[in-house]
């Protein structure tokens, strides 16, 4: 059974710019959850989408976005890059139901220089 | 106060001791608590998950919960070399996240 999908694995974009991370759910999962983690805040909640509906949001600027698919991919954009987004960027997938874990990606590495 | 709270360490213990980790919670209606293992370099893997007052055990390691103290626990036995990681505390709040803590760093000396 194939993991989380997340690609790229290394970004590394300038100031201004904007970015598109991607992440493949487990097959099954409808639930897509994306964290930001850095090593001053650790494990930042930015967004969870559940068949294709934001159903939470975190504490990040409107500059942080998300999409979910109907076939539970997900997206996340960031606009206008700042040097304070270079960070690690993780994609989890889950059932949906709170009982339930998350399965993480191996996750996106962004610099932004 | 944070929702989840963790002593960052770094918490060294001798090969072959129990390692033991706490966290406590902010939000009294959690649920669903969870404890995830993530070695440098790599993104956090899932080991236990725990929903009820009491002890759940897995191998080496047993997983605590008290709602009443809003703490859960992680004991690891016999600790191993391999066992060095950051250890990370998530508790799902209903609200459709999972809040982790900062986790605990913690290092097993042979």
């Known amino acids: 059974k194939a993991g989380v999908t997340q690609t790229p694995r290394y970004l590394i974009k300038t100031r201004g710019q904007q970015v598109t991370l991607s992440c493949s759910p487990i097959s099954g999962h409808r639930s897509v959850s994306w964290y930001q983690q850095t090593p001053g805040q650790g494990l930042q909640f930015l967004f969870e989408y559940f068949s294709e509906t934001q159903r939470n949001k975190g504490n990040f600027p409107g500059r942080f976005s998300g999409r979910q698919f109907s076939n539970s991919r997900s997206e996340m954009n960031v606009s206008t890059l700042e040097l304070g987004d270079s960070a690690l960027y993780l994609c989890?997938?889950?059932?949906?139901?709170?009982?339930?874990?998350?399965?993480f990606g191996s996750g996106t590495r962004l610099t932004v220089v | 106060q944070k929702e989840v709270e963790q002593n960052s360490g770094p918490l060294s213990v001798p090969e072959g001791a129990i390692a033991s980790l706490n966290c406590t919670y902010s939000d009294r209606g959690s649920q669903s608590f969870f404890w995830y293992r993530q070695y440098s370099g790599k993104s956090p893997e899932l080991i236990m998950s725990?929903?009820?007052?009491g002890d759940k055990e897995d191998g080496r390691f047993t997983a605590q919960l008290n709602k009443a103290s809003q703490y859960v626990s992680l004991l690891i036995r016999d600790s191993q070399p391999s066992d060095s990681a950051t250890y990370l505390c998530?508790?799902?709040?209903?609200?459709?996240?999972?809040?982790f803590g900062q986790g605990t760093r913690l290092t097993i000396n042979p």
């Open positions: 989890a997938s889950s059932l949906g139901d709170k009982s339930y874990g998350y399965t």
């Open positions: 998530a508790v799902n709040t209903g609200a459709q996240k999972l809040v």
């Open positions: 725990i929903y009820s007052n």
